[in-house]
């Protein structure tokens, strides 16, 4: 058999993308239930880790890291603020405008929830041989690839993102 042939008959793209969306929906709806059931939605854990990831950020920075309209960071922001997990500090290059930052709270409880969120990527992938996981990350990024080709770079696929509201037009 040549490479990059596969052995009996060809596989139906769509029923590809279907199981595909259907595994990704599953994977992703059981991860925020055992997140939302400790106390942290997947929607709030990608916004600290991404003022983790920066240090501190404008609002409208973190809504464009996350590829989602402003008001679903204010809402997400507003309760974790509440929670006192990120703090609005004043910007010392724009008085008008504030910083967010994540207190030592909101890193404690980002840390904890990182280890139940990679613990539940773990049990989804370890039924996979590390060979079979290696293949399938390749596969994944040529796929991611053809996805940000097709958007023409304006919206690149990112399926961490899957619980936030994308931007509206």
Known sequence: MARGQAA???VDSVQLMEQFRAIAHATHNRTNARMSAAGLSLARF?????LQAA??????ELSAALGVVPRTVTTIVDALEKDAMVARLP???????????????????LLRFRA???????ELFDVLTATEKHQLARL???????????????????PELADLQPPQR
């Open 8 to 10: 009996g008959p060809e």
């Open 46 to 50: 990608r916004v600290l880790s991404a």
């Open 55 to 60: 240090g501190q950020m404008r609002m409208n």
């Open 91 to 109: 910007d010392p290059a724009d008085r008008r405008a504030t910083l967010l930052q994540l207190t030592e709270d909101g890193l404690s409880q």
């Open 116 to 122: 139940l969120h990679d613990s539940a990527a773990a």
């Open 140 to 158: 994944l990024l040529r796929l991611q690839a053809a996805a940000d080709a097709d958007s023409g770079g304006i919206s690149a696929a990112r």
